[in-house]
């Protein structure tokens, strides 16, 4: 695994914890032992656990909340994501089922005896159908609500919100003893349980502990600015975390310290309602979930599948284990020793849930088959872009260990990735956890909407005025090209995000950086919300003297900016300047984000360039062999007959021409394919729809076989370096000139 990967082993193995401390709660092990001591372990310890869920849900389903800006919804029409209706979606299912598992018990205990209408949405609702149930509605009320509230606010608001919420919370909980002194407070404390037996539901206490799993998974504060200095040696995001590991340890010992305090001081003072709330919970949690974050521990998924089965089975085993006991006279040994109870539920529990866990296993791939339509493979299409996934993921590992381990990758995207395929590419990444995209144009990030790409897409180019309505609607990010640009933006009269180019140089886009006053009068535009300021690098894949004398000079600037906005309260939060070559060359300046564009896909700009090996190329461009046809001597093929046969020669047609992004340039021997691990020259002019290559030396060549353009065949390889060599050109533009009518399929694993 590479250091830059993200590790949720801690997480994944305090998930089993906190179901069997969810276990405890509900079987009181040390009653029998001390009351007391049950009191600290089911009251005080064991109260982490529901929240310690809720912080799971929201870092992983609400990631793309960040500090300073609003939630990236892809449709304005909803305000849930395709991630998020997926989890609700699973959420409400199990619940459902958890619900008919229970029917009968509840039946038998009398809960439905003269229910009515209204008291039946209060327990759907709020109270769950059984003592453990009350955890999915309140996740689904609480994920709802955020997400609502994502929709206008940012985190840090919808953080005071949820804040708000937990206080009125916390005193029809453990404080109720002081709220009900209060008649104000008593009545309308009184009139809220008609709607919900508790407080501890998806409206007070969920929202703050799903939002506070937000701001715990977010990485470390900070930035590497750039000096004439090294930095630390130990950059990297683990090392990171564990350097910071001792505080977070110490901060959860003086609030766990705190917190048993509290709770002890309000039972002995009899101030509690109920007991899941408690004020110095939210430090144990924030503090706790960092020290599980920066835990060296191997991820482990079964074991949070198998939590899950914990926690809704358990009641089941708490059931079956007094019955059994009763009916075998053991009621004193299995029930009434209340740690050989807890022990025995926790047992059938943990066995059920690892079973249950493997036939999900089983079942789910199953559940997850549709019939899609007939997939693209080798060979069923006239030309085709295969795509390795695996060599996209080891090209951005790698990136990241160059960066230090609060630096966050916005790959480039633009140009349909650089020929790649932009919804494709930018999917796997979502998947690889990336959050962050960059554009050149509205049109693009739209594409990625509706694709379902989640995160922060930042349009690099200037947007029409009359298509600022599309910002607002998909949720893009605008960059402000200049001062009079920013005043049209804020014109526009509806709230935007925005980052703010500067020109250090390269005098394309952005406000020149000695112009501080005109870049910190942007951050004072009401509707326009600055996420970050960056700038280009117009020599970094230069290692002359002169251009990297240049450079530096470049990144002094920009750093300087940055400190003298600093100095004029306009915080600069989403730094970067960096792309491929600057991250390669000038690592040490990395800011908050970096830009990888052409590196990402494997493929330096250049034929020249260094770090064979160190980056995998994500393309190949195949076609499909039409037609083998024979010429003799003193025949012509092609247009304008540029090709004649001075000998027998057998041709090769090619379902691949420039309308694919092919160069002509290639034409009359210039370029070459493969076919079966040999190289065959192209001859004549490549034409729109077709190439014609000899396979004279190629007898085995038939109609139906694959030729490779770009990739390799047995031992022979052909790069885009190649292609940009002999066309004179660069690998950007050969990649981006591939075109639309070419299907990007994956590649197959060997």
Avoid at 184 to 211: D, E
Avoid at 222 to 248: C, I, Q, W, Y
Avoid at 374 to 396: F, M, Y
Avoid at 534 to 554: G, I, K, N, V, Y
Wanted: one cysteine or more.
């Amino acid at each position: 695994m590479s250091k830059a990967q993200k590790n949720y082993g801690g997480l994944d193995l305090f998930s089993l914890a906190a179901a069997l401390l969810v276990v405890a709660i509900h079987t009181s092990p040390l009653t029998s032992i001390n009351g007391e001591a049950d009191f600290f372990f089911t009251r005080v310890l064991a109260r982490i656990a529901v929240p310690f869920f809720l912080m799971v849900t929201g870092h992983f389903m609400l990631a793309e909340l960040s500090p300073g800006r609003t939630a990236f919804f892809p449709d304005r029409r909803s305000f849930l994501t395709p991630r998020l209706k997926k989890y609700l979606l699973r959420i409400s299912l199990l619940y459902g089922a958890s619900i008919l598992l229970y029917l009968p018990v509840s039946i038998y205990a009398g809960h439905y005896r003269e229910l009515t209408p209204g008291g039946l949405l209060r327990m759907l609702l709020f109270d769950g159908t059984f003592y453990h149930l009350w955890y999915f509605p309140a996740c689904i009320l609480g994920v709802l609500l955020v997400s609502l509230l994502a929709r206008y606010l940012t985190l840090g608001n919808i953080t005071v919100i949820s804040a708000f919420l937990y206080v009125i919370g916390l005193f029809g909980d453990s404080y109720f003893g002081l709220a009900e002194k209060v008649p104000v407070l008593n009545g309308m404390y009184a009139a809220l349980f008609q709607i919900s037996s508790y407080t501890r539901n998806g409206v007070f206490l969920a929202p703050l502990f799903l939002v506070l799993g937000v701001w715990a998974g977010q990485s470390p504060a900070g930035r590497v600015l750039f000096r004439n200095t090294d930095p630390s040696p130990s950059a990297d995001a683990e090392s990171s975390a564990l350097k910071t590991m001792p505080v977070h340890i110490l901060g959860l010992s003086l609030s766990f310290c705190a917190m048993t305090a509290e709770a002890f001081i309000l039972h002995r003072f009899h101030l509690q309602r109920h007991d899941s709330m408690y004020i110095f919970l939210i430090p144990v949690m924030f503090f706790l979930y960092r020290c599980l974050l920066a835990a060296p521990v191997p991820s482990k998924k079964i074991l949070r599948t198998a939590s899950t089965w914990i926690y809704v089975l358990h009641p089941a085993f708490i059931v079956v284990i007094r019955g059994a006991a009763k009916l075998l006279h053991l009621t004193g040994l299995l029930v009434d020793n209340s740690l050989l109870h807890y022990l025995a539920v926790c047992l059938l529990s943990l066995c059920a849930g690892f079973v249950m866990t493997w036939l999900t296993g089983l079942i789910s791939p199953r559940l997850h088959r549709t019939a899609p339509e007939p997939p693209c493979r080798e060979g069923t299409q006239r030309a085709w872009i295969e795509l390795d996934s695996a060599a996209l993921e080891h090209n951005l590992r790698f990136l990241q260990s160059c960066l230090p381990g609060n630096c966050r990758l916005m790959p480039a995207v633009k140009a349909n990735a650089y020929g790649h395929g932009a919804e494709q590419i930018a999917g796997e990444l979502n998947r690889l956890g990336i959050q962050d995209f960059c554009v050149a144009c509205v049109s693009e990030g739209i594409s990625l909407r509706k694709a379902g790409i989640k995160g922060q897409i930042l349009i690099l180019g200037c947007t029409h005025p009359d298509q600022f309505s599309l910002l607002g609607r998909y949720h893009l990010t605008q960059t402000v090209v200049d001062l009079e640009y920013a005043r049209r933006l804020q014109q526009y009269g509806r709230r935007l995000h925005v980052h703010i180019a500067v020109d250090t140089g390269m005098h394309r886009l952005g406000i020149r950086c000695e112009d501080v006053e005109q870049i910190a009068a942007v951050y004072r535009m009401k509707n326009l919300t600055v996420d970050g300021i960056f700038t280009h690098l117009a020599a970094s894949d230069s290692d002359t003297e002169e251009d990297r004398a240049f450079t530096e000079s470049q990144i002094l600037a920009f750093y300087q900016v940055a400190d003298a906005l600093e100095a004029e309260g306009c915080p600069c939060v989403g730094l970067h300047l960096l792309s491929s070559y600057g991250i390669l060359n000038y690592p040490k300046a990395a800011a908050d984000y970096v830009r990888p564009g052409i590196a990402l896909y494997g493929v330096p700009s250049r034929p020249d360039e260094l770090l064979a090996g160190s980056l995998l190329p994500v393309l190949s461009l195949k076609a499909r062999v039409a037609s083998v046809r024979t010429l003799h001597p003193g025949e012509s093929a092609g247009y304008g007959m540029a090709f004649t046969a001075y000998r027998k020669t057998r041709i090769a047609v090619l379902s691949v021409g420039y309308a694919d992004g092919l160069p002509r340039e290639l034409s009359s021997g210039r370029g070459h394919v493969l076919i079966h691990g040999k190289k065959a020259p192209v001859i004549g002019r490549i034409c729109m729809d077709q190439t014609l290559v000899d396979v004279s030396e190629i007898p085995e060549v038939s109609g139906q076989d694959t030729a490779v353009l770009i990739g390799s065949s047995g031992p022979e390889q052909i790069t885009a370096q190649e292609l940009a060599e002999q066309c004179g050109t660069i690998t950007n533009e050969i990649l981006s000139r591939l075109g639309s009518r070419l299907p990007r399929i994956p590649k197959e694993a060997p």
